[in-house]
């Protein structure tokens, strides 16, 4: 199985503030990666897929890039709604299909 | 609009089995696969399986063999998944997904709002 190893696994940040979240995969995945949001009530959405592709009704401040192994997740500027876990997932090839640890952003 | 509506929360003593529901709304259920997606307590996701509505057609994630079965009511669009010989290690939070399939695409456009189930004698 593929491995997704996210960093980090909790963020403080302010409001404004431009984070990033990374997401390494333990081989290639050729752009095979989504990312998700769950808010702390549980309600989870995709933000992001094939890398880079914003999800209809995401803001524009939210992108994605990446390839090969790396990827990352940007936020340009938080806002308040934003502060929730995150996740990126894979779907290289064959299943199964794997999430990533996690990335808790907190507001500091 | 789609949405997915699962069953309620389930306490159920280890060794029972557990059957959840997801009840898809706003799209033609047949086109598209749903998938299961496990979340222990403070922890991440994990894709349990997948089934097409229109012929039944299952992926699984080979830990979840033998331990999930997915099958669908076409009739009443909703798709069902249930857990057998059940440990704590069952206990978590289980969502349904549509999952949206295109060409190089693959990803879980749509989430119920999970299920909690708890194996507690």
């Known amino acids: 199985d593929i491995q997704m190893t996210q960093t980090p696994s909790s963020m403080p940040a302010s409001l404004g503030e431009r984070v990033t979240i990374s997401c390494r995969a333990s081989q290639g995945i050729s752009n095979y990666l989504n990312w998700y949001q769950q808010k702390p009530d549980g309600t989870i959405k995709p933000l992001i897929y094939?890398?880079?592709n914003l999800q209809s009704g995401v803001p524009s401040r939210f992108s994605g890039s990446g390839s090969g192994t790396d990827y990352s997740l940007t936020i340009s500027s938080l806002e308040p709604e934003d502060f929730a876990m995150y996740y990126c997932q894979q779907y290289d090839s064959s299943p199964p299909w794997t999430f990533g640890g996690g990335t808790k952003l907190e507001l500091k | 609009q789609v949405k997915l509506l699962q069953s309620g929360a389930a306490l159920v003593k280890p060794g029972a089995s557990v059957k959840m529901s997801c009840k898809a709304s706003?799209?033609?259920?047949?086109?598209?696969?749903v998938s299961w997606v496990k979340q222990s307590h403070g922890k991440s996701l994990e894709w349990i399986g997948e089934?097409?509505?229109?012929?039944?057609?299952?992926n699984f994630n080979e830990k979840f063999k033998g331990k999930a079965t997915l099958t669908v009511d076409k009739s009443t669009s909703t798709a069902y998944m249930e857990l057998s010989r059940l440990t704590s290690e069952d206990s978590a939070i289980y969502y349904c997904?549509?999952?949206?399939?295109?060409?190089?695409?693959?990803?879980?456009?749509?989430w119920g709002q999970g299920v909690m189930v708890t194996v507690s004698s």
């Open positions: 089934i097409y509505p229109n012929s039944g057609a299952t």
């Open positions: 706003g799209y033609t259920f047949t086109d598209y696969w």
């Open positions: 997904t549509r999952v949206y399939y295109g060409l190089l695409l693959y990803y879980f456009d749509y």
């Open positions: 094939y890398t880079s």
